[in-house]
């Protein structure tokens, strides 16, 4: 599972058992909410993911800044819940990349749960 954290919305998407293929599944509102926080685990129960893989929005540079650290420090809380691995990963261009899918194929998912597609995609194939 891959989330591509924010204040507003969080994209989320998922691969296929096999990790081959992964899908944009949709957004949870305001995540770091109570109402947001029961959805996501609600979410996780159901998905089952191995793995929760964290977008960390670097600088084009590759240094961290205020959002970079907001992710991890929901990434280090979701860990703490949820009892399953949790990783953080460079999502710079993720937004872009998901905007242009989404005009070529005219998707109909949110960019957001696109960019964790992208995320997700990048994750599995550095597996590989």
Avoid: K, N, W
Wanted: contains cysteine.
């Amino acid at each position: 599972m891959a989330l591509d954290h924010g204040r507003a919305r969080t994209g989320v998407a998922v691969s296929d058992p096999t990790g081959t293929i992964a899908r944009p599944l949709g957004v949870i509102e305001r995540v770091d909410s109570p109402a947001g926080r029961s959805a996501l685990d609600a979410l996780i129960a159901e998905e089952r993911p191995a793995l929760i893989v964290v977008g960390e929005p670097l600088h084009l540079s590759g240094a961290g800044g205020e959002q970079a650290a907001t992710a991890a420090r929901f990434a280090a809380r979701l860990r703490a819940r949820v009892g399953i691995p949790v990783e953080l990963m460079d999502e710079r261009l993720t937004s872009a990349e998901a905007g242009r899918r989404a005009g070529e194929t005219g998707s109909r998912a949110s960019l957001d749960s696109l960019a964790a597609c992208v995320l997700l995609e990048a994750y599995l194939a550095r597996r590989t």
